[in-house]
T-cell receptor
Framework: NAGVTQTPKFQVLKTGQSMTLQCAQD?????MSWYRQDPGMGLRLIHY???????DQGEVPNGYNVSRSTTEDFPLRLLSAAPSQTSVYFC???????????FGAGSRLTVL | EDQVTQSPEALRLQEGESSSLNCSYT??????LFWYRQDPGKGPEFLFT???AGEEKEKERLKATLTKKESFLHITAPKPEDSATYLC???????????FGAGTRLTVKP
């Protein structure tokens, strides 16, 4: 099992550009989520999904879109990047009833 | 709103010098308190889950304890490979939202 796979690991964008961070898991987990990690602030939940076709907002959803067409994939879209979105992004998943998040290795995004 | 505060922000220990990390929390209906370890450039890795006051979990040199307001991660005779950032998180009534603290960055010098 590869676990949770995120791509790309690093990305530099200019203000106003759009991009998609990819996340895939091969553990058949129902729940998937996106967090951002900023110095001194801990991990903050952006969006989550409890199953294919179902998504919801977390603590800091503004500026981000998600969709969940399959159990395996949960992409995070930035439609118009802003410098405030410079951060490290983590995708995580867990199986319903297991309660423990498995994280990907992270994607470091810089917006100039 | 669920909140988690970890202290200290950073801790430097000599190899073999035992200490504790603190996680204070406020949550509506605790459904689990979690400890994760994060190495530089990597995602967090799960260590422990605690569910009720008085519960304790151990793994090698680490022991996690839980009260109604805080959790401690005790590190006994640490080694340099224990150097990492340790994250605390809680899951409350909103079962889909896990709230994380900012972490404690631990450095163990040989």
């Amino acid at each position: 099992n590869a676990g949770v796979t995120q791509t790309p690991k690093f990305q530099v964008l200019k203000t106003g550009q759009s991009m998609t961070l990819q996340c895939a898991q091969d553990m058949n987990h129902e729940y998937m989520s996106w967090y951002r990690q900023d110095p001194g602030m801990g991990l903050r939940l952006i969006h989550y999904s409890v199953g294919a076709g179902i998504t919801d907002q977390g603590e800091v959803p503004n500026g981000y879109n998600v969709s969940r067409s399959t159990t395996e994939d949960f992409p995070l879209r930035l439609l118009s990047a802003a410098p405030s979105q410079t951060s490290v992004y983590f995708c995580a998943s867990y199986r319903a009833g297991a309660n423990v998040l498995t994280f990907g290795a992270g994607s470091r995004l810089t917006v100039l | 709103e669920d909140q988690v505060t970890q202290s200290p922000e950073a801790l430097r220990l000599q190899e073999g010098e035992s200490s504790s990390l603190n996680c204070s929390y406020t949550v509506s209906g605790l459904r689990g308190l979690f400890w994760y370890r994060q190495d530089p450039g990597k995602g967090p890795e799960f260590l422990f889950t605690l569910y009720s006051a008085g519960e304790e979990k151990e793994k090698e040199r680490l022991k996690a304890t839980l009260t109604k307001k805080e959790s401690f991660l005790h590190i006994t005779a640490p080694k340099p490979e224990d150097s990492a950032t340790y994250l605390c998180a809680v899951r409350g009534l909103n079962n889909n939202d896990m709230r994380f603290g900012a972490g404690t960055r631990l450095t163990v010098k040989p």
